[in-house]
């Protein structure tokens, strides 16, 4: 059974570098599955954030891709968001999740199947 | 950007009755790629439905998914205590992928 754990600081100050790693346990981070974060604000609902395959392919949101970083380390089975000139407005729950494939009528269906508890990152000073 | 717009914004209903959640694209939903996800408070969201219409792994028949294009709905036909929650949409057929602000269903 896959889990996932994210860990990292809870507090990051303004104008800083947010940066959290997600550990893959009970299966490969070299698996066919693509990897992600997603965040969500206090009382919100849910951003994506970015993912990656462990071939090094990564897609980010445009909405935060002059900000973000997505890396692997296959050799712990992790992978890591980094955040930077973080704000107040990055304050969240973030995810990390796998994403599976699914198949039937020819189409191969994605979707966000196994997540981690989620980790709270406050932004301040 | 797809932006979904779920409603209605919260469901107020009593245990075995009927939850009909709606969520609307502002542009049509590639090859059905759509999903629902459940959320309880203090947890991480949960996958009930991929492709629009197939259940997960587990996840009991009487949630159902239906749509196509750009209207999408989630029915549970009969709710039990522990389906009182929060559902959003999310698609993933046009980058970037994104989330329904969410239904929250409630014990009347």
């Known amino acids: 059974q896959v889990q996932l754990q994210e860990s990292g600081p809870g507090l990051v100050k303004p104008s800083g570098t947010l940066s959290l790693t997600c550990a893959v346990s009970?299966?490969?981070?070299?698996?066919?599955?693509?990897w992600s974060w997603v965040r969500q604000p206090p009382g919100k609902g849910l951003e994506w954030i970015g993912e990656?395959?462990?071939?090094?392919?990564?897609n980010y949101n445009p909405s935060l891709k002059s900000r973000v970083t997505i890396s692997v380390d296959k050799s712990k089975n992790q992978f890591s968001l980094n955040v930077s000139s973080v704000t107040a407005a990055d304050t969240a729950v973030y995810y990390c999740?796998?994403?599976?494939?699914?198949?039937?009528?020819?189409?191969?269906?994605?979707?966000?199947?196994?997540w981690g508890q989620g980790t709270m990152v406050t932004v301040s000073s | 950007e797809v932006v979904l717009t779920q409603s209605p914004g919260t469901l107020s209903l009593s245990p075995g009755e009927r939850a009909t959640l709606s969520c609307r694209a502002s542009q049509s939903v590639s090859s059905s790629y759509l999903a629902w996800y459940q959320q309880k408070p203090g947890q991480a969201p949960r996958l009930l439905i991929y492709g629009v219409s197939n259940r997960a792994t587990g996840i009991p028949d009487r949630f159902s998914g239906s749509g196509s294009g750009t209207d999408f709905t989630l029915t549970i036909s009969r709710l039990e205590p522990e389906d009182f929650a929060v559902y959003y949409c999310?698609?993933?057929?046009?980058?970037?992928?994104?989330f329904g602000q969410g239904t929250k269903v409630e014990i009347k």
């Open positions: 999310q698609q993933y057929g046009n980058s970037p992928w994104t």
């Open positions: 990656m395959y462990h071939s090094g392919s990564i």
């Open positions: 999740a796998r994403i599976s494939y699914y198949y039937g009528s020819g189409i191969a269906f994605r979707a966000f199947d196994i």
């Open positions: 009970g299966g490969s981070i070299s698996s066919s599955n693509w």
